[in-house]
């Protein structure tokens, strides 16, 4: 199971790496975003307040990740799929999927979070706990536009499906790392942010155990 799984994962890298149009639109998407940013509050580096560049940053960060993550089944055709269908188990494609995912939205935060800090400048105080909710959160993200992904690869018009899906899903996840960000970028105390960062990893784990319950029902069909 484990060689199937990184199968998969071998497999989303060379894809990823052959069409690098891909990755190379999300990476524009974030630098053209912020930068539009920076234009529309004509505001020199490090002035913006920090609420405000706390709640533009994920904004930024999420849409990222639609365009980004939520394609993982998208761009699998039915031949593809039923070809996966007889060689290994639900769990295993949605492993692959889901660990090629994780990898990728972490690496969508991190660039978003350096090109964002050079543009608009950096007001994080408390940079381990703001790049462990960067983490968490982006697990987060993965885990349900995976399973989105998966439910409306079944549909007609999935694209549509997508956005109507996920965004209310991702709702909780983003209200938690909101509030963690901006504790880190207030230099809160670390023993008051344990119970939140708590929270935030519960939730991922709840995700990942809704996807791996569900998937095989959504494989079935």
């Known amino acids: ?10 497999k989303e890298v060379k894809l ?11 990476v524009l998407y974030l630098v053209s975003t912020i930068f539009i940013c920076y234009l529309s509050f004509n ?3 490090g002035q913006m307040q920090a609420v405000t560049w706390n709640a533009l940053f994920w904004i930024i960060i999420v849409f990222a990740n639609i365009n980004g993550v939520a394609k993982s089944f998208l761009q699998e055709g039915e ?5 996966y269908y007889t060689l290994c188990k639900p769990q295993v494609i949605l492993s692959g999927k889901l660990i090629f995912n994780i990898l990728l939205s972490v690496l ?12 608009l400048g950096n007001p994080v105080v408390n940079h381990v706990y703001f790049l462990l909710t960067i983490l968490l959160a982006s697990i987060g993200f993965a885990g349900i536009l995976t ?3 998966g439910i409306v690869s079944k549909a007609n018009n999935s694209t549509a499906l997508l956005a109507v899906l996920s965004f209310p899903i ?16 207030d230099g809160i105390d670390a023993s008051l942010m344990n119970e939140k960062l708590f929270t935030l990893l519960s939730v991922d784990a709840v995700v ?14």
Do not use: C, D, H
Not at 16 to 26: D, H, L, P, V
């Open 1 to 10: 199971m484990l060689q199937q799984v990184l199968s998969i994962i071998n």
């Open 16 to 26: 990823e790496w052959r069409n690098k149009t891909a990755f190379n639109s999300i």
């Open 43 to 45: 505001v020199k580096t």
């Open 79 to 83: 031949g593809r799929m039923l070809y």
């Open 108 to 119: 969508i935060a991190i660039i978003g979070f350096v090109v964002y800090a050079i543009i």
């Open 147 to 149: 399973l989105v992904s």
């Open 170 to 185: 991702l709702l909780p996840i983003l209200m938690i790392a909101i509030r963690l960000s901006k504790n880190a970028i």
């Open 208 to 221: 990942i155990a809704t996807a791996y319950l569900l998937f095989p029902f959504i494989w079935r069909s």
